[in-house]
């Protein structure tokens, strides 16, 4: 539905068309703005939302980020400074960062490692509370930044810089005599409130765990992962987690802190809650202003005798990488794997080096149990899947906020099983090199038999060039492409119905950015609270 400036419905937009100056959205024609069907704004210029008849609405996306985006990434103090020594610098900067850790909490903070090369044989590990890698710059000059130089591949395939725990199972570790049954028969997508059987031993502020569990009827529900066009999905394999907060409780009535991103149908499964008991957990880390250069020898299609991922967050809550290059991995520049608010920002995963093939060139990668990630403004060079969700179904709530994909080889997408909640929010691809570079739809017998990769997902305002955007309908659910420039279709490699598609090919779309506006939405209602 197009507006006018003139017209009521978009003078009381609120932040609505400074939020599209400040993004240089342009309109349609002159003075010429339009809303989606499906999200738009009130007399009060707060977001309203619709739903179709399966209660399908989009999602809030807003609580992705460090602190789920409200507040900013702390600029920690720097606690001990260090120059490169000869020969292998593992021993050297690990021992710093050991020291670092050492300390009380309070006295922790950042280790700064001084321009310069430094060769490291091995892994890092930045594993306490409150500790930050910080560099000098992330350019290629060594003289005024700072170069992890990643030689050999011993262990095999190893990451060269870890933040966080050790991999621990998801959030499997439950306190006893937490657990209860969720007794609403619906929740939608998007709610934060339901009833359970028993509230009585969980308290607000608890972190807990909502656990929908992979049965029959919900696989029914869904063709089995789309069961004709690829391998059945078992019972049990993909149960459907969320990691979340308790912010109110009245009775037996839990208030969450985020919604949920796909509904939980009691008809289908029985879902239920439980207390987590954050076992290994590490908060507060991150990783600044550093390059990460892997050595390679030979081809940089067939070489992979080194290491795999430049920086993984692990084990993680309200963490960070931040101006950051990655250069020469064969999987990642920057992978997560339980890991929940965390931000990646202003980061360069470039030239990868790898046969161009599967499990490969993922540059900004989703694993398994990743939720409330933020990537922002982030750049990818010669991917297979710029940035994807290589995880399933205990992922979700992930935002690719102004992300570009340049000299693609394959899409940006939900990549397997089940992700949720994924919004490619003014993502934007270069020079693509491959028919089709975002992906919301069925994968069919791809890969592990992936199906549905990516329910309840958006793309909004994209731009995939000379390619192809893929949006489709999964069974119980829904994606949607709004407002998006290129091919946008519904036609994919196994064929499923279309999924949302709105105002293809037409500029000035309110709001410019889905996140930023329902972030500032979000604000609004607490500061009105």
């Given amino acids: 539905m197009a507006h006018d400036l003139s017209r009521r419905g978009l003078l009381v937009a609120g932040g609505a068309l400074a939020l599209a100056a400040a993004t240089g959205v342009q309109p349609a024609a002159a003075g010429t703005f339009w809303q989606s069907k499906l999200l738009s704004y009130d007399r009060r210029g707060r977001l309203t939302y619709a739903q179709d008849a399966e209660g399908n609405r989009l999602p809030d996306f807003s609580h992705a980020g460090y602190r789920n985006g409200e507040r900013p990434i702390p600029w920690a103090r720097v606690v001990k400074a260090i120059r490169p020594v000869e020969g292998d610098n593992t021993a050297h900067i690990q021992a710093a960062l050991d020291e670092i850790a050492a300390l009380p909490r309070e006295r922790r903070g950042a280790l700064l490692l001084l321009p310069g090369l430094y060769p490291v044989a091995g892994t890092l590990y930045v594993r306490a509370d409150g500790m930050v890698l910080r560099g000098s710059g992330d350019g290629e000059d060594p003289a005024g930044n700072t170069i992890i130089k990643a030689t050999g591949n011993n262990p095999k395939d190893r990451d060269v810089i870890v933040v966080g725990g050790t991999a621990a199972g998801g959030w499997a570790g439950e306190v006893p005599g937490t657990r209860t049954d969720i007794t609403t028969d619906f929740v939608q997508v998007g709610a934060r409130e339901f009833e359970v059987a028993n509230a009585g031993s969980l308290r607000p502020g608890d972190n807990i765990v909502i656990y929908h569990p992979c049965s029959e009827g919900w696989l029914k529900a869904i063709d089995y ?305």
């Fill in 225 to 529: 992962g789309g069961h004709d066009v690829g391998p059945a999905w078992q019972v049990g394999e993909h149960p459907i987690i969320y990691n979340r907060y308790i912010r109110e409780i009245s009775g037996n009535r839990l208030k969450i802190d985020v919604p949920v991103f796909n509904h939980l149908n009691r008809a289908l499964s029985q879902s239920s809650v439980y207390k987590w008991d954050r076992a290994g957990l590490v908060t507060q880390v991150g990783v600044e202003r550093l390059r990460v250069d892997i050595e390679y020898h030979g081809d940089p299609e067939q070489d992979e005798d080194h290491a795999y991922n430049a920086i993984v967050l692990l084990r993680t809550e309200d963490s960070w990488v931040r101006d950051c290059t990655m250069l020469h991995f064969t999987q990642a520049g920057v992978a997560t794997q339980e890991t929940t608010r965390a931000t990646v920002e202003n980061c360069r995963a470039i030239d990868p080096v790898s046969i161009v093939t599967g499990s490969r060139r993922y540059n900004f990668n989703t694993y398994v149990y990743s939720q409330q990630v933020l990537f922002r403004d982030c750049h990818a060079y010669k991917s297979r899947h710029a940035f994807v969700s290589n995880g399933h179904s205990t992922v979700s709530g992930v935002v690719f906020l102004r992300g570009t994909a340049e000299y693609a080889l394959n899409s940006s997408e939900g990549h397997r099983r089940w992700s949720q909640g994924l919004l490619y929010d003014g993502h934007r691809d270069i020079d693509p090199h491959y028919d089709y570079t975002l992906g919301l739809y069925n994968r069919g017998r791809y890969g592990t038999s992936h199906g549905w990769s990516a329910a309840h997902s958006v793309a909004w305002r994209c731009d995939v060039s000379t390619s192809r955007l893929i949006v489709q309908k999964p069974p119980t659910a829904q994606n949607y492409a709004i407002g998006c420039l290129g091919t946008v279709t519904g036609d994919g490699p196994f064929q499923q119905p279309a999924g949302y598609i709105e105002g293809t090919g037409q500029p000035g779309l309110l709001p410019p950015s889905l996140y930023e506006a329902q972030f500032l939405d979000r604000l609004r209602g607490i500061t009105a609270a």
